[in-house]
């Protein structure tokens, strides 16, 4: 199983980016898909999640209206729209599938500073 990360990087506060997690070795289109950061220092917090079926959707406080979290299940990628990016949002962001089982990406490094 592999969940693959990429679209991290460094971003003026106010700008854009679009992670992708690739995945392989799962049955992409049962699983539920969440994004995960975590900030030097801080514990590793849930930034949103998509079912399986992209029916539902959850954003975490800091992110909603900003942040849009979307699937392609026929290319077993999950996408993190990121908009209005602040300082704060500056973390790892790690993909999560979890269905019966749990797994995670490597993690992709964003961040946001002047």
């Known amino acids: 199983v592999q969940l693959v990360e990429s679209g991290g990087g460094l971003v003026q506060p106010g700008g854009s980016l679009r992670l992708s997690c690739a995945a392989s070795?799962?049955?992409?289109?049962?699983?539920?898909m969440s994004w995960y950061r975590q900030a030097p220092g801080k514990e590793r917090e849930l930034v949103s999640r998509?079912?399986?079926?992209?029916?539902?959707?959850i954003y975490a406080d800091s992110v909603k209206d900003r942040f849009t979290i979307s699937r392609e299940n026929a290319k077993n990628t999950v996408y993190l729209q990121m908009n209005s990016l602040k300082p704060e949002d500056t973390a790892v962001y790690f993909c999560?599938?979890?269905?019966?089982?749990?797994?995670w990406g490597q993690g992709t490094q964003v961040t946001v500073s002047s």
């Open positions: 999560n599938a979890q269905w019966f089982q749990i797994y």
């Open positions: 070795g799962i049955s992409f289109s049962r699983y539920n």
């Open positions: 998509i079912s399986s079926t992209a029916d539902a959707t």
